[in-house]
């Protein structure tokens, strides 16, 4: 520890005073703070009552989570005791301040993407379930979350067609691991701008700020969107007109840079150095979604239907356009028809449409019947997208399927997609085959392995998983990756498909708890595990993934095993071929299994 001499520790103070005068214009934080409880009270039943103490808690370590992952100067009353100040000089490569935001996952770049999804998709949530933060005291804490995002979002976007999409070099930061004050300082700003747009980049930001700017409004005239009063749907208390406008200018700009018809196409084929960690797939799904968030923002009928133009056009409800796939940070099409019901209500718009369209998604995912399947375990699955971060398309779609339920046709679509909404949600916290709820610090059997460079406390990148042994730093309330397809979870430190934490696999979570704690007095289901039985079903070995690979080795049993499947095999071809030849069959032979 350096020696403070008096003038330093006055610049301390100065500082801190200046971070505290920065921050009087949010919220006032809580006095004592919210601190996460150890996982021990995580296994402890609670006595019930609106809200649950339990799912309060639950909340506040979500959000906490999303402290742990600051980056730039923190503040005086920072509440993750082991973060440091960090990156202080993003943004010095093209002469301005891009310090601040956060880290997108287990590693150190800022990635301007992922984040506009997060962010949206946390506003999104605290539009319509904002009693649950209030009910709970963590609006502050929301406040604090969103801002420190929206905050760095504007410094990102310094001129209407300029956005810095990434601070960071995603190769020189996989090289690292370590701690924060030890960050690799070469850490380029990647920009789109006129001569080297970005569609997707631009309306996805447009979309955060759209969504974020409602949310800040006096909202009573904006969020009308439930037909049904008593479900106490009502935005976060933190309104802030002045916030709000400052929002919805950036979103206008963004969407007008976005939409401009010369400027059409993917920000990684302007800028492949940024499209290395996330590239997306299309655009049409960006800007028809950021469409509605701002015709919502602007209470605007022509955009709106504009909206549905797009929609339309560019086919994002046929095969190829996503409304059967997973709703994520790349594909967005699942969203936007049930965005749509909530603004033609907003709007006073006809939203027949939209709701054909949400409920021939909302249909497919609780049938399992569209690219989504369920594990024996009664996750949602999407081959592809669920092989990384399992438990990110699952919570996406419950969080989705819960916010359209009560403006279902019918009552028993809004009982199905409910009842699947909880079934996620059960899945997450616990009610899966390894007994793991997978959110760090919240039960005995919730993951320790987390790959988190930062909470790691590790130097060496050849000895992730055993240097430390023990991780240094409890992230609490970080939601893992997740089991793969076969519901099996290794906990792992270097296995970051299931591992590692991200802040938009935080993000669907936050909203279905809100929810939860406005409206269950029941505990989430891990108060029922105690220590131990996770332990219990960890499989032995290694999963099969991007990071262990699995050449086939035969054990002898398996060799024996295969025998018997290859004799059988050999039967029924020969039959087959026997049944060929008698039936006088002409033609081609496909082997079985090989036909259409
Ligand atoms: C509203 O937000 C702005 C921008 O952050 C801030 O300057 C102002 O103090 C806030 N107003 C109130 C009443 O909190
Ligand atoms: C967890 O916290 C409780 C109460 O604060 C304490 O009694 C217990 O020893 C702690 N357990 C662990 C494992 O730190
Ligand atoms: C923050 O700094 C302290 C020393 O002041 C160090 O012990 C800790 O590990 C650092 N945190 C991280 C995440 O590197
Ligand atoms: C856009 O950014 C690139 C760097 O990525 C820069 O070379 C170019 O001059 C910029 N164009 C404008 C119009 O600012
Ligand atoms: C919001 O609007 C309602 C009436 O529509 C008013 O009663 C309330 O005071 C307003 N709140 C704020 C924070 O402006
Ligand atoms: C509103 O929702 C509540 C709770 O789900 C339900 O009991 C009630 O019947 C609903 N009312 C209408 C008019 O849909
Ligand atoms: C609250 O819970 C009840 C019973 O589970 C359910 O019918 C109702 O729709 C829920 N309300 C919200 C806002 O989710
Ligand atoms: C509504 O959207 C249209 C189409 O983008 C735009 O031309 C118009 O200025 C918007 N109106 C308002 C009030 O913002
Ligand atoms: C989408 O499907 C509709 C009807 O099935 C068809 O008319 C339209 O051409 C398709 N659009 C695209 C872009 O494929
Ligand atoms: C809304 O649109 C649908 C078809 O798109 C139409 O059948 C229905 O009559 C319209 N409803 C109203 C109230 O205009
Ligand atoms: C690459 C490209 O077409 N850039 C254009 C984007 O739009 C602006 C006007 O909005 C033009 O000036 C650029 O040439």
């Not at 790691?456 to 050849?462: E, L, R, V």
Request: proline letters at 7%; a negative charge.
């Amino acid at each position: 520890m350096p020696r403070i001499t008096t003038p330093a520790r006055l610049l301390v103070i100065l500082t801190g005073l200046s971070s505290f005068l920065l921050s009087s214009a949010q919220l006032s934080l809580p006095n004592p703070p919210f601190l996460p409880p150890n996982s021990s009270w995580g296994a402890v039943p609670s006595s019930g009552g609106s809200p649950n103490p339990q799912w309060t808690t639950l909340l506040g370590d979500l959000l906490y989570f999303y402290e742990a992952q600051r980056s730039g100067k923190l503040p005086a009353n920072k509440r993750v005791p082991w973060r440091n100040d960090s990156a202080l000089e993003d943004g010095s490569d093209v002469h301005l301040d891009l310090t601040g935001g956060y880290y997108d996952a287990g590693d150190y770049i800022k990635c301007t993407f992922p984040l506009s999804f997060t962010l949206m998709s946390i506003c999104w949530g605290a539009i319509d379930y904002g009693k649950g933060y209030d009910m709970t005291q963590q609006t502050p804490y929301l406040d604090s979350m969103l801002r420190w995002g929206l905050d760095w979002l504007i410094k990102a976007h310094p001129s209407s067609d300029t956005l810095y999409v990434q601070v960071g070099d995603a190769n020189i930061d996989n090289e690292y691991w370590g701690g924060d004050r030890n960050i690799p300082t070469n850490r380029p700003s990647l920009v789109i701008n006129d001569t080297s747009p970005g569609t997707d980049a631009a309306a996805a930001a447009s979309a955060a700020f759209a969504s974020c700017s409602i949310l800040y409004s006096n909202s009573s005239s904006s969020t009308k969107s439930t037909p049904n009063a008593s479900l106490n749907l009502q935005p976060a208390s933190l309104q802030n007109a002045s916030y709000s406008q400052t929002l919805l200018k950036h979103a206008e700009q963004l969407y007008y840079f976005a939409s401009s018809p010369s400027n059409q196409t993917l920000y990684s084929t302007s800028v492949p150095a940024a499209g290395e960690a996330y590239a997306s797939s299309s655009y049409y799904d960006d800007l028809t979604f950021s469409a509605l968030w701002l015709a919502w923002a602007q209470k605007n009928a022509t955009l709106y239907n504009q909206a549905w133009g797009m929609y339309e056009n560019w086919g994002l409800g046929n095969e190829t356009g996503g409304l059967d796939g997973a709703f994520n940070w790349d594909g967005k099409t699942p969203g936007i028809p049930v965005l749509g019901v909530q603004v033609a209500q907003v709007i006073g718009g006809n939203g027949s449409k939209w709701v054909g369209e949400a409920e021939r998604y909302g249909d497919a995912v609780v049938a399992g019947s569209g690219k989504g399947y369920f594990t024996g375990g009664g996750l949602l699955y999407y081959d592809g997208d669920s092989d990384e971060a399992s438990l990110n398309p699952a919570l996406n779609a419950a969080m989705l399927l819960m916010r359209y339920a009560p403006l279902a046709s019918t009552s028993s679509k809004t009982s199905a997609y409910l009842s699947f909404a909880k079934s996620q949600v059960d899945y997450v916290l616990g009610n899966n085959p390894m007994s793991a709820p997978y959110v760090v610090g919240a039960n005995p059997n919730s993951p320790t392995n987390p790959h988190s460079a930062m909470a790691a406390g590790g130097q060496d990148i050849t000895k992730i998983d055993t240097s430390p042994p023990q991780e240094a730093y409890v992230i609490y309330g970080a939601v893992v990756g997740g089991p793969d397809k076969k519901d099996n979870f290794w906990d792992i430190r270097s296995d970051w498909p299931e591992t590692e934490i991200a802040l938009d696999y935080n993000a669907p979570l936050l909203t279905l708890v809100a929810a939860h704690a406005l409206n269950d007095t029941t505990d989430p289901f891990y108060t029922s595990l105690q220590a131990g039985e996770y332990a219990k079903r960890k499989p032995n070995g290694h999963p099969c993934d991007a990071v262990f690979s699995c050449v086939p080795t035969l054990s002898e049993t398996g060799k024996i095993a295969m025998g018997v499947v290859l004799g059988v095999l050999g039967l029924i071809v020969f039959g087959l071929l026997g049944w060929w030849v008698v039936a006088g069959r002409g033609g081609g032979y496909s082997p079985p299994g090989y036909g259409p």
